[in-house]
């Protein structure tokens, strides 16, 4: 019965349901399993092509950034 009715609703469509891209720029690459990375800088998903931290802007951690002498 409550199954019916939220079908009836319409409500969960999963046309509807907006996949996940990637966040850099222009990029409408969809974010899936096998072409994520998360750059261990800023821990970001993005795609394969923008997984380098030049590609997609990195916003470095401060730690990370500096050089120890």
Do not use: I
């Not at 319409?10 to 690459?29: I, L, Q, S, V």
């Not at 899936?32 to 998903?45: A, D, I, P, R």
């Amino acid at each position: 019965m409550v199954l019916e009715r939220h079908e009836k609703s319409g409500d969960c469509d999963p046309r509807k349901k907006k996949k996940p891209t990637c966040p850099t720029r222009r990029c409408r690459e969809t974010s899936t399993l096998s072409n994520t990375s998360v750059c261990k800088t800023c821990q970001l998903k993005v795609c394969l092509k923008h997984r380098f931290p030049p590609d997609h802007a990195c916003k470095q951690a401060p730690a990370a950034a500096e050089v120890s002498s």
